[in-house]
């Protein structure tokens, strides 16, 4: 078995001596691992650094063997290393692919997503935004898409304050009634309004949060969401409460 792919590096994990297993996010291939040789030496371990876009060459004697991978470089993300905040922005992203992903499966639209927004690291005026937008893209995917369109209660389209936290849909102020502090916060970003502030953003992923940590990380065995996420959350909020 082989097959030629690209993809960005999750994480790296040493096997034996000199070997690592290898993580990788592929285009075609979704999530796959397979082992490096070498991978521990000078020459790939700046390679292979999570973000880092590869070229990999995958080989198997057997289809469900874990199987070898070459790698070539593409391009590197390593100059997010000296920016804390891409820095969290880059293993949040790559901790929830590997958290919420299973082996083997392609999610080509996702994927094209995730590399976008990897390219977006350091533009700290518009990140923030578009990983709002991921995460709401990720639940999607794992089937726990958000329904923001209209009123869950009343039908309507306006004056939509509220998400349930049973069923993902969007309330209204009228629909939600003396039922309001027990629902989740919609703010405007949410609902692709433009431009948000920190604080808005962080509210908006309190609710995805919500939901990764209710909906998806019982499906994955109840596994806690990965603790990179609650990073970038406590660095976004102490952005948002700066003068």
Known sequence: MDWRDQGFVLRARKHGETSVILDVFTREHGRHAGVLRGGTSRKMTPVIQPGAQIDVAWHARLEDHIGSYKVEPIRSRAAVISDRYALAGLNAVTALIGFCLAEREPHQALYHRSEQLLDLLGHHDVWAL??????????????????????????????????????????????????????????????????????????????????????????????????????????????????
């Open 130 to 243: 578009a990983y709002l937008q991921w995460e709401l893209a990720l639940l999607e995917e794992m089937g726990f898409g958000l329904d923001l369109r209209a009123c869950a209660v009343t039908g309507a389209t306006e004056g939509l304050r509220y998400v349930s936290p049973r069923s993902g849909k969007a309330v209204s102020d009228q629909g939600a009634g003396e039922w309001a502090d027990k629902l989740l916060a919609l703010p405007a970003c949410m609902l692709g309004a433009g431009e948000a502030t920190d604080a808005e953003i962080v509210q908006a992923l309190h609710t995805t949060g919500f939901f990764l940590e209710q909906k998806v990380a019982p499906q994955m065995g109840h596994t806690p969401v990965p603790d990179a996420r609650g990073r970038l959350l406590d660095l976004l909020n102490r952005r948002a409460q700066l003068p």
